[in-house]
């Protein structure tokens, strides 16, 4: 955490140009969410799933003294479901409030220009479109941005399923 | 927004309020010189203030207002004319400092000239009434300390301040401005003293002084940095003066409050954790300094919720004044009693349920006490009093809006209620007074004849319901018809703990608000306690009433198994009896732990639209727990009985409509081909056997085909005249055999045989066809048996005149509507009856007076002069009709007109639409009829 701080720190230093991304794997895809935005790294124990609401809703979960939202991000991407396997999630801050998101595993800190995104593939599962900030070709592999204010933010739109 | 401006909002937002309140009082008591000075000093202060912060508007309104007092104090007759006058002004200037607030300190735009002409002119209306009769009136004695202080300002060895601009109308100099807060803390002191000499002459106005003048000290105080920015040796005494009393309290942000609520809820949900972690190590040395960090958490805890604590009387601030705007507006005298406005009650609630308060205040204004003639008249004194009483019951606090007046007229909330539709005549009938009085709670329920400014619109005490509701509180009435009405709140004293019920279902834990936990009942084989299932809907007998049941994990939507109505095991379990407002029902759980103090902690917006939960928070384990939300629970169990409901009607609905539409239920056919391709059908409970005869068989004697069938001879019968039997192999018939005697007719091919519903659509003239119906998709010639029968034994009938006389049964029908009569009685006679008709009860009367017999009687219900219901009384009250069946035929059927027909003696009750309904229903009391007569 206070290493990811230090990051923060330092990357606003470096240059306008830079985003520094923390990457996670979401079934087998790299994606990568802002550091700015990343709050946490955590282990998802104990989560008390809540009745009656969204199914991406995993549940709710006590963070240091704090209630967290745990949002799995499988099943926001309308993927299977990780079996047997231990799970991570990456807490944010959303409108005063805190979110985990609940994602297979937490891969290192990419500095990268941002004038490297490119923007969506047109062809892109519209499911995973309205989520995704743009894409970075890195070596060997693309990274998806996660846009988490559209990520969050469609969930408070959108008609809940269960409701 | 400066600090000093934002400051002076809060400030003289407060002065106002007060000044509302003094102002109500003072009109009551003109001569109270005290009062008067109060007021008059607040608005000098607010005058003051805005002079000096620049802002004309106010200013002007302010200087005005305070010049009419100032006319008051020199003598002049207080009116009720001058009084509103200066509630306006006040209004006004609440108006401007809201919009000054919304605007970041620009002081809005606007004209109130008008409004300070008018002020004006009362004030010279003042002078003249003064210089007239005024002389008579006694100057108020100490009401001087203004005015010396204006003549003698000599005396004051102020230096001589000036301001580089000449004085705007209604602007203050800067003397003036001084002279004020001088006088502010004079005047306190006798307000104070006045208090301590005379609290027996004035024993209502304890309450409100108080807060008053404790505010009015903190105003020297805070008003200092005007005072120091001027070059003058007073502003140390002041201090010394003021600050005294200032210092005892200081101006907290309430952000800054809210934060210190939740990290001591934090450190209660800490302490909560470590303890638990000591419990499991018997000799720890952690034992005793975490039993003293608990001690110190829980009188922290205490300590930071006292300070979210306020008086109620801060909710009650508004009412005066609004009870005697009312008092103006309907005419009527009232007098607001206030009891207990010193009980304490978080401020969250507080905030919550100061607009219930204020509309039932006005609801009991404006329908509760009733216009002074018929007060009179009813021998109570003209004057109408509502009461506020406020006092803590055990963790609650109870507040009682109470009236005087009239009562809740039961008989206008039961007319209202059959006009909306909420209720039956017949359900209302069974109402005890207090349940009619309680839909007045419902939603759009208005009483009031007309729609008042005041009162009357229809979204009242619903919204007051659901708001004392939402909060955790329930609200109960109680109504003496000529006494008045009392409505009792009762809410929890703070929302941030809750006692808890914390329970399982379907694997996860819960935490139910005790508030609303009745009591819990253990369900287990051969207790005394036992779950009982109607139809599938499982109740609990607990004392002398049903309570419906429903299981927690069910109504979460939870439950893992397959069948969700078996999710309630009846010999195993926990029942939570819940009650919300007027409803009470029980909760399955599969486990109850125990009780626990939790720190409502609020949902993420994403999670808040579930309203099965008030909010989560984290447990002395750590780990999560959801709260229930009783209202939630309340709603869905609601509509979760309705839901049960309206499938069963569903299916009633369907299966009437598939009577409707067959004339019976499914019946079995036997579809067979008899001289022609296209099929025919009989059904298959008139066949006695189906037999193939060998062609060899079939003999012929007297001209008819005949066979030798168990040892008689039977005769056959073709389906078409000229058709014959095949002339090799073997033969299919069909056997109808009665009494002794049988019947082969004869076919070409047995088909099928059909579970379908007989439905002649299209009805035939041709002998031996009752006509064409639908039987799989095909149309299908329904053979008419009594055709045939007679073909084979002449006398299949004749022989059995005797018992068809008997059998036919003559019922009486009675119906005022032609066109029914005309309808219903070719159906009634195709059916086999003998039918007599008859337009109304009277000439029904006279038949069976007559001694005409009838074996039963159908009878309309919506009838002129006597109705179905009446009638049918009265032939149950006749020794001789006791026993008659009666059927009621009505074009309303609903659940409550069946249970008004059954306690009236109808045996069935019929929609007159059914026409298959009626037969059936005629045939059922006849075959009780047989069966009893066998």
């Given at each position: 955490m206070s290493m990811l701080e230090n990051k923060v720190a330092?990357?606003?230093?470096?240059?306008?140009?830079?985003?520094?991304?923390v990457?996670v794997?979401?079934?087998?895809?790299?994606?990568?969410?802002?550091i700015?935005?990343v709050h946490d790294v955590f282990v998802p124990e104990s989560v008390t799933r809540v009745p009656?609401?969204?199914?991406?809703v995993q549940g709710v979960l006590n963070l240091r003294g704090r209630i967290v939202t745990a949002i799995n991000?499988?099943?926001?991407?309308?993927?299977?479901?990780l079996?047997d396997e231990q799970m991570m999630a990456v807490g944010i801050e959303y409108?005063h409030e805190s979110y985990g998101l609940v994602i297979d595993t937490v891969?290192?800190v990419?500095?990268?220009?941002?004038?490297?995104?490119?923007?969506?593939?047109?062809?892109?599962?519209?499911?995973?479109?309205?989520?995704?900030?743009?894409?970075?070709?890195?070596?060997?592999?693309?990274?998806?941005?996660?846009?988490?204010?559209?990520?969050?933010?469609?969930?408070?739109?959108?008609?809940?399923?269960?409701? | 927004?400066?600090?000093?401006?934002?400051?002076?909002?809060?400030?003289?937002?407060?002065?106002?309020?007060?000044?509302?309140?003094?102002?109500?009082?003072?009109?009551?008591?003109?001569?109270?010189?005290?009062?008067?000075?109060?007021?008059?000093?607040?608005?000098?202060?607010?005058?003051?203030?805005?002079?000096?912060?620049?802002?004309?508007?106010?200013?002007?309104?302010?200087?005005?207002?305070?010049?009419?007092?100032?006319?008051?104090?020199?003598?002049?007759?207080?009116?009720?004319?001058?009084?509103?006058?200066?509630?306006?002004?006040?209004?006004?200037?609440?108006?401007?400092?809201?919009?000054?607030?919304?605007?970041?300190?620009?002081?809005?735009?606007?004209?109130?000239?008008?409004?300070?002409?008018?002020?004006?002119?009362?004030?010279?209306?003042?002078?003249?009434?003064?210089?007239?009769?005024?002389?008579?009136?006694?100057?108020?004695?100490?009401?001087?300390?203004?005015?010396?202080?204006?003549?003698?300002?000599?005396?004051?060895?102020?230096?001589?301040?000036?301001?580089?601009?000449?004085?705007?109308?209604?602007?203050?100099?800067?003397?003036?401005?001084?002279?004020?807060?001088?006088?502010?803390?004079?005047?306190?002191?006798?307000?104070?003293?006045?208090?301590?000499?005379?609290?027996?002459?004035?024993?209502?106005?304890?309450?409100?002084?108080?807060?008053?003048?404790?505010?009015?000290?903190?105003?020297?105080?805070?008003?200092?940095?005007?005072?120091?920015?001027?070059?003058?040796?007073?502003?140390?005494?002041?201090?010394?003066?003021?600050?005294?009393?200032?210092?005892q309290s200081i101006?907290v942000a309430v952000d800054t409050l809210e934060h210190l609520m939740t990290m001591v809820s934090e450190l209660v949900l800490t302490r909560n954790q470590l303890l638990e972690i000591v419990r499991r190590h018997e000799d720890s040395e952690f034992k005793v300094p975490l039993q003293r960090l608990s001690n110190v958490t829980a009188e922290l805890q205490e300590g930071v919720m006292a300070t979210r604590m306020q008086?109620?009387?801060?909710?009650?601030?508004?009412?005066?004044?609004?009870?005697?705007?009312?008092?103006?507006?309907?005419?009527?005298?009232?007098?607001?009693?206030?009891?207990?406005?010193?009980?304490e009650l978080d401020r969250q609630v507080?905030?919550?349920?100061?607009?219930?308060?204020?509309?039932?205040?006005?609801?009991?204004?404006?329908?509760?006490?009733?216009?002074?003639?018929?007060?009179?008249?009813?021998?109570?004194?003209?004057?109408?009093?509502?009461?506020?009483?406020?006092?803590h019951e055990g963790g609650h606090i109870?507040?009682?809006?109470?009236?005087?007046?009239?009562?809740?007229?039961?008989?206008?909330?039961?007319?209202?209620?059959?006009?909306?539709?909420?209720?039956?005549?017949?359900?209302?009938?069974?109402?005890?007074?207090?349940?009619?009085?309680?839909?007045?709670?419902?939603?759009?329920?208005?009483?009031?004849?007309?729609?008042?400014?005041?009162?009357?619109?229809?979204?009242?005490?619903?919204?007051?319901?659901?708001?004392?509701?939402?909060?955790g509180?329930?609200?109960?009435?109680?109504?003496?018809?000529?006494?008045?009405?009392?409505?009792?709140?009762?809410?929890p004293l703070t929302l941030a703990i809750v006692s808890t019920l914390i329970v399982e279902a379907g694997g996860d834990r819960f935490a139910i608000p005790q508030l609303s936990v009745?009591e819990l009942?253990r369900?287990?084989?051969?207790?005394?306690?036992?779950?009982?299932?109607?139809?599938?809907?499982?109740?609990?007998?607990?004392?002398?009433?049903?309570?419906?049941?429903?299981?927690l994990s069910?109504?979460?939507?939870i439950?893992?198994?397959?069948?969700?109505?078996?999710?309630?095991?009846?010999?195993n379990g926990f029942?939570v009896?819940?009650?919300?407002?007027?409803?009470?029902?029980?909760?399955?759980v599969d486990g109850v732990f125990h009780t626990e103090e939790i720190v409502v902690k609020p949902m993420s917006?994403?999670l808040?639209?579930?309203?099965?939960f008030s909010g989560n928070t984290i447990l002395g384990d750590g780990s999560v727990i959801m709260i229930i939300d009783p209202?939630?629970?309340?709603?869905?169990?609601?509509?979760?009985?309705?839901?049960?409901?309206?499938?069963?009607?569903?299916?009633?609905?369907?299966?009437?409509?598939?009577?409707?539409?067959?004339?019976?239920?499914?019946?079995?056919?036997?579809?067979?081909?008899?001289?022609?391709?296209?099929?025919?059908?009989?059904?298959?409970?008139?066949?006695?056997?189906?037999?193939?005869?060998?062609?060899?068989?079939?003999?012929?004697?007297?001209?008819?085909?005949?066979?030798?069938?168990?040892?008689?001879?039977?005769?056959?019968?073709?389906?078409?005249?000229?058709?014959?039997?095949?002339?090799?192999?073997?033969?299919?018939?069909?056997?109808?055999?009665?009494?002794?005697?049988?019947?082969?007719?004869?076919?070409?091919?047995?088909?099928?045989?059909?579970?379908?519903?007989?439905?002649?659509?299209?009805?035939?003239?041709?002998?031996?066809?009752?006509?064409?119906?639908?039987?799989?998709?095909?149309?299908?010639?329904?053979?008419?048996?009594?055709?045939?029968?007679?073909?084979?034994?002449?006398?299949?009938?004749?022989?059995?005149?005797?018992?068809?006389?008997?059998?036919?049964?003559?019922?009486?029908?009675?119906?005022?509507?032609?066109?029914?009569?005309?309808?219903?009685?070719?159906?009634?006679?195709?059916?086999?009856?003998?039918?007599?008709?008859?337009?109304?009860?009277?000439?029904?009367?006279?038949?069976?007076?007559?001694?005409?017999?009838?074996?039963?009687?159908?009878?309309?219900?919506?009838?002129?002069?006597?109705?179905?219901?009446?009638?049918?009384?009265?032939?149950?009250?006749?020794?001789?009709?006791?026993?008659?069946?009666?059927?009621?035929?009505?074009?309303?059927?609903?659940?409550?007109?069946?249970?008004?027909?059954?306690?009236?003696?109808?045996?069935?009750?019929?929609?007159?639409?059914?026409?298959?309904?009626?037969?059936?229903?005629?045939?059922?009391?006849?075959?009780?009829?047989?069966?009893?007569?066998?």
């Amino acid at each position: 955490m206070s290493m990811l701080e230090n990051k923060v720190a330092g990357d606003k230093n470096a240059g306008n140009d830079m985003i520094q991304y923390v990457t996670v794997v979401i079934g087998g895809q790299l994606f990568g969410l802002p550091i700015s935005q990343v709050h946490d790294v955590f282990v998802p124990e104990s989560v008390t799933r809540v009745p009656m609401s969204a199914p991406e809703v995993q549940g709710v979960l006590n963070l240091r003294g704090r209630i967290v939202t745990a949002i799995n991000m499988r099943r926001r991407l309308h993927l299977p479901p990780l079996q047997d396997e231990q799970m991570m999630a990456v807490g944010i801050e959303y409108k005063h409030e805190s979110y985990g998101l609940v994602i297979d595993t937490v891969g290192e800190v990419l500095t990268l220009p941002s004038s490297s995104a490119e923007p969506n593939p047109s062809n892109l599962d519209r499911r995973w479109a309205e989520i995704a900030g743009g894409v970075h070709r890195l070596d060997g592999q693309l990274m998806v941005i996660l846009d988490v204010d559209r990520l969050l933010g469609a969930m408070f739109t959108e008609p809940m399923a269960a409701a | 927004m400066d600090d000093l401006l934002r400051e002076f909002i809060t400030e003289t937002n407060e002065s106002l309020d007060v000044v509302d309140v003094e102002l109500v009082k003072f009109e009551q008591e003109p001569n109270n010189a005290t009062i008067l000075d109060n007021i008059f000093r607040l608005v000098h202060t607010i005058k003051g203030t805005c002079g000096f912060l620049g802002l004309p508007r106010l200013e002007g309104i302010a200087h005005a207002a305070e010049t009419l007092m100032g006319k008051f104090r020199d003598g002049a007759p207080v009116t009720q004319d001058a009084v509103s006058l200066i509630l306006v002004s006040i209004d006004q200037i609440k108006d401007i400092l809201g919009e000054l607030e919304a605007a970041e300190g620009e002081e809005p735009q606007g004209d109130d000239s008008e409004l300070i002409g008018k002020l004006e002119e009362m004030s010279a209306a003042a002078d003249a009434a003064m210089a007239g009769g005024g002389a008579a009136d006694e100057p108020a004695a100490d009401a001087e300390p203004e005015a010396e202080a204006a003549t003698d300002s000599d005396d004051f060895t102020l230096p001589e301040q000036t301001i580089e601009r000449p004085l705007r109308p209604g602007e203050v100099s800067l003397d003036e401005l001084e002279r004020a807060f001088r006088e502010t803390e004079i005047e306190v002191e006798v307000a104070e003293s006045a208090e301590d000499e005379a609290p027996d002459e004035q024993p209502e106005e304890i309450e409100a002084p108080a807060p008053a003048a404790a505010k009015a000290p903190e105003k020297p105080a805070e008003a200092q940095p005007a005072a120091k920015a001027k070059p003058s040796g007073e502003g140390g005494e002041k201090k010394a003066s003021g600050g005294g009393v200032s210092n005892q309290s200081i101006r907290v942000a309430v952000d800054t409050l809210e934060h210190l609520m939740t990290m001591v809820s934090e450190l209660v949900l800490t302490r909560n954790q470590l303890l638990e972690i000591v419990r499991r190590h018997e000799d720890s040395e952690f034992k005793v300094p975490l039993q003293r960090l608990s001690n110190v958490t829980a009188e922290l805890q205490e300590g930071v919720m006292a300070t979210r604590m306020q008086p109620i009387g801060n909710a009650w601030q508004k009412l005066p004044r609004i009870v005697r705007d009312l008092s103006q507006d309907l005419e009527k005298p009232i007098e607001l009693e206030m009891i207990g406005a010193d009980t304490e009650l978080d401020r969250q609630v507080l905030e919550m349920i100061k607009d219930p308060l204020t509309h039932m205040v006005r609801n009991s204004a404006d329908h509760g006490l009733e216009r002074p003639e018929e007060r009179r008249a009813a021998g109570k004194p003209e004057k109408g009093i509502i009461t506020l009483a406020a006092y803590h019951e055990g963790g609650h606090i109870i507040i009682e809006v109470r009236d005087d007046g009239k009562g809740i007229d039961v008989e206008r909330v039961k007319a209202k209620i059959i006009e909306r539709g909420l209720a039956t005549e017949a359900e209302v009938e069974k109402m005890t007074d207090a349940q009619v009085q309680k839909f007045i709670f419902h939603a759009g329920f208005s009483t009031a004849a007309a729609v008042t400014s005041v009162s009357g619109r229809g979204v009242g005490m619903d919204v007051v319901r659901n708001n004392i509701e939402l909060i955790g509180g329930t609200v109960d009435l109680r109504s003496v018809t000529g006494k008045g009405s009392s409505f009792i709140i009762k809410i929890p004293l703070t929302l941030a703990i809750v006692s808890t019920l914390i329970v399982e279902a379907g694997g996860d834990r819960f935490a139910i608000p005790q508030l609303s936990v009745v009591e819990l009942v253990r369900v287990q084989k051969n207790s005394e306690h036992r779950i009982e299932r109607i139809k599938d809907t499982p109740v609990l007998r607990l004392r002398n009433k049903l309570l419906p049941l429903v299981h927690l994990s069910q109504l979460l939507g939870i439950y893992e198994g397959e069948n969700a109505d078996e999710a309630i095991d009846a010999d195993n379990g926990f029942i939570v009896v819940m009650q919300v407002g007027s409803q009470t029902f029980g909760v399955v759980v599969d486990g109850v732990f125990h009780t626990e103090e939790i720190v409502v902690k609020p949902m993420s917006t994403m999670l808040r639209n579930l309203d099965m939960f008030s909010g989560n928070t984290i447990l002395g384990d750590g780990s999560v727990i959801m709260i229930i939300d009783p209202n939630g629970i309340a709603g869905a169990m609601a509509s979760h009985a309705s839901s049960a409901v309206a499938e069963n009607s569903e299916d009633e609905q369907e299966d009437l409509q598939q009577k409707a539409m067959t004339g019976q239920n499914a019946i079995s056919l036997l579809l067979f081909r008899a001289g022609a391709p296209e099929p025919k059908a009989v059904p298959l409970s008139l066949v006695t056997r189906l037999e193939e005869f060998d062609i060899s068989k079939i003999e012929r004697s007297n001209g008819r085909d005949l066979v030798q069938y168990r040892g008689a001879l039977m005769p056959l019968v073709y389906v078409n005249d000229g058709d014959s039997h095949k002339t090799e192999g073997t033969q299919p018939m069909l056997v109808f055999s009665d009494a002794g005697r049988s019947m082969g007719l004869v076919v070409d091919e047995i088909v099928d045989i059909v579970e379908d519903r007989m439905n002649i659509e299209v009805g035939s003239e041709r002998p031996g066809v009752l006509g064409s119906a639908i039987v799989k998709e095909r149309a299908t010639e329904i053979i008419d048996l009594g055709f045939y029968l007679p073909q084979a034994f002449e006398d299949w009938f004749m022989r059995k005149e005797m018992d068809i006389e008997a059998l036919t049964k003559k019922v009486l029908f009675v119906d005022d509507s032609s066109f029914f009569r005309n309808m219903l009685t070719p159906v009634l006679k195709a059916a086999g009856y003998d039918v007599t008709t008859c337009v109304g009860v009277s000439q029904a009367f006279e038949l069976l007076e007559n001694g005409d017999k009838f074996h039963a009687i159908v009878s309309d219900i919506e009838m002129p002069e006597i109705n179905g219901f009446e009638f049918c009384e009265a032939i149950r009250r006749d020794p001789r009709f006791r026993q008659m069946p009666i059927l009621a035929l009505s074009s309303l059927v609903t659940p409550a007109s069946i249970e008004r027909g059954r306690q009236a003696g109808f045996d069935d009750y019929v929609a007159k639409f059914d026409r298959p309904g009626l037969i059936a229903a005629l045939k059922d009391i006849f075959a009780g009829d047989l069966g009893a007569a066998a």
